[in-house]
């Protein structure tokens, strides 16, 4: 499969050795020094003990690419106006695109079941709809990730989850599909498990909750989720938790998790800094809309009270409005 991975950093690196190792034509869209690393060296990914190299094509100009089967955006959301502007040559009238992105996605009120309530004003997510316009809501697939990853060096990805790489791929009306089945698969052959999934915005809610109830009081800490693991942090993770579940059943997403399961005692916290806190502290634009605010105008479209979150929502704002590192 032609294959290109747009924003190949952390995640999107990992991938795109992945799927060019398995005999796929793989190619990436990357900048700056790690740009110039790929061109002379090839990408590199280290996962425990496994060393690959992958001789990917690497542009920071998409029309130098060509048109694709697939195009994997590992970018993060609060970056896909670079996308829109430079997709285009990506894109045959049926390549699916899909978004690998933290939080809840652009598209996520397209395609709806009829037993949901409608999706609150979204467009925050989608700046002058120019994703709707640069992809489509036909081409758009959605995509929910599993993985962590680090850029150590330019050119060369550490995956420090070599037993744990995910990609969750559907149709934004949960239809099945040929060409779902022919990403999904060229997943699988590539070494990503890529399950079935029936409903993406479980999915989708299911990932979220880690960012917005865990992530976020990282953020605010500015310290690894070992914290959750303290007593005071961890009661106040218990109860944005339950308000979070709470807004996604109002939405029709009941989901198979509670506090105890994502916060109790038997839970590890492993030394990591979540990749919002890592933003903050690098300087980099946080996905404060798509990981803070886009949840909580759920909340407040059905009615749900939201105390912690409020709360959370205002702090992670704040510190990030006030570096600049977020403009609403």
């Known amino acids: ?59 920071d100009r998409p029309a130098d690419l060509g048109p694709q089967d697939a195009v994997l955006v590992t970018m993060k959301s609060s970056g896909l106006a670079v996308l829109a502007e430079n997709v285009g040559p990506l894109l045959r009238r049926d390549t699916p695109v899909a978004f690998v992105q933290n939080g809840i ?35 758009a697939v959605g995509a929910v990730v599993t993985s962590s990853n680090h850029v150590i060096e330019p050119g060369v990805v550490r995956n420090i989850s070599p037993d744990r790489n995910t990609l969750w791929v559907a149709e934004t009306d949960d239809r099945t599909s040929p060409r779902i089945d022919a990403l999904r698969a060229t997943l699988v052959a590539a070494g990503i498990a890529s399950p079935a999934t029936r409903d993406i915005r479980y999915d989708v809610w299911h990932k979220l909750m880690a960012n917005l109830t865990g992530s976020t009081l990282c953020l605010i800490l500015a310290q690894p989720t070992t914290i959750q693991a303290t007593p005071a942090v961890n009661r106040l993770a218990r109860r944005a938790h339950a308000e979070a579940l709470a807004v996604a059943a109002a939405h029709g997403v009941v989901l198979d998790d509670t506090p105890e399961q994502r ?66």
């Open 1 to 59: 499969m032609r294959i290109c991975v747009f924003g190949a950093g952390a995640i999107g690196g990992n991938f795109a050795t992945r799927l060019a190792a398995a005999g796929n034509d793989v190619s990436v869209v990357a900048r700056g020094a790690h740009l110039d690393a790929i061109r002379a060296r090839g990408l590199v990914m280290l996962s425990g003990d496994r060393r690959v190299v992958a001789p990917v094509r690497a542009s």
């Open 105 to 139: 996605p652009w598209w996520y009120g397209h395609g709806l079941g009829p037993s949901r309530p409608a999706a609150p004003d979204l467009s925050r997510l989608d700046p002058g709809g120019a994703l709707a316009k640069a992809v489509g809501f036909d081409r």
């Open 263 to 328: 916060y109790g005692p038997s839970r590890v916290y492993p030394d990591h800094r979540p990749s919002i806190l890592q933003d903050y502290e690098l300087g980099r634009p946080m996905e404060i809309e798509s990981i803070v605010r886009a949840p909580l105008a759920f909340a407040r479209s059905a009615g749900v009270e939201t105390p912690t979150l409020d709360a959370i929502e205002a702090l992670c704002f704040s510190m990030a409005s006030s570096k600049g590192l977020y403009t609403p």
